[in-house]
């Protein structure tokens, strides 16, 4: 801003914090569409049942609320039992919930494992939510629509793969694609498309590693990304851990 005597002020801002604050709104957001997803999901599961119950058909409304309550426990658990992290496990969670009710089967691998040891959790769900959204965009409408997550550690890297059963990615495209407003839908009303990916590759890019496109084995597209010392070192860890509270520590040592 001019001053009076024919200066100038300059205000200078670090965009650090302002692009740590966007990241967690971007990681808030993925989680609110999940749960508003699970939300929709038990309002249709309860008409249903409601309507079961007015039909007076009790043993078919009570074999419905077990099959109901088992296949989410199983997807939950199945989850859980690979992805320790709880952000990342409730996200991949409600996009299975998500994924359901646009036909498309979400599965996490069985050689997926990834340790609470995360340094930057937000980042990680933001990544995975991007890529997850894209796949279920591409693989929708498809025969036998399946798109598969995969996490996995090598020392303190994570490595996460995204595959789906989508048209893929044609190779003169797979580097363009994550250029900030590159896409292939119509750009809403309001706002601006192709920044997922942008932002995904910024993201990885920024803690050192690095994130490419390429084809599935079973064609489709596959993402890529890897994040090199996403993980604590299980010592530190340990130390970041809340002591237990004096009495409760007592109780365990006398156990």
């Known amino acids: ?3 009076d005597d024919g200066g100038a002020v300059a205000t200078l801002r670090d965009r650090t914090e302002l692009e740590q604050l966007g990241r967690e709104l971007d990681s808030t957001r993925g989680l609110i569409d999940a749960l508003r997803a699970q939300d929709h999901e038990h309002a249709n599961r309860m008409h249903t049942l409601l309507g079961l119950l007015e039909l007076e058909m009790y043993e078919e409304a009570a074999e419905y609320v077990g099959e109901v309550a088992g296949a989410h426990r199983v997807t939950a658990e199945q989850i859980t039992e690979k992805v320790h992290d709880p952000l990342l496990a409730a996200l991949l969670v409600g996009k299975a919930t998500v994924a359901a009710e646009r036909g498309v089967a979400l599965s996490v691998p069985h050689d997926t494992s ?9 980042g990680l769900v933001t990544i995975v939510g991007n890529l997850v959204d894209n796949a279920l ?7 036998h629509a ?3 997550v995969a996490v996995r550690t090598e020392g303190r890297s994570v490595i996460l793969r995204v595959r789906d059963t989508g048209p ?3 190779a003169e495209q797979r ?3 994550f250029t900030e407003g590159w896409t292939t839908k119509e750009p809403p009303a309001h706002g601006k498309r192709g920044i997922g990916l942008a932002l995904v ?5 920024r803690q050192g590693g690095s994130a490419r496109a390429g084809e599935a084995p079973e064609g489709g597209a596959e993402f890529t990304v890897v994040l090199p010392e996403a993980l604590r070192e299980p010592e530190l860890a340990s130390e970041l851990e809340p002591d237990l509270d004096p009495e409760l520590a007592a109780t365990e040592e006398s156990r």
């Open 175 to 177: 580097e363009t694609i």
């Open 1 to 3: 801003m001019p001053t």
């Open 114 to 122: 990834l340790p609470d040891r995360l340094v930057d959790p937000g």
């Open 201 to 205: 590759r910024r993201l990885a890019e």
């Open 137 to 143: 965009d591409a693989a929708a409408g498809n025969l």
């Open 168 to 170: 893929g990615v044609p």
């Open 146 to 148: 399946r798109v598969e």
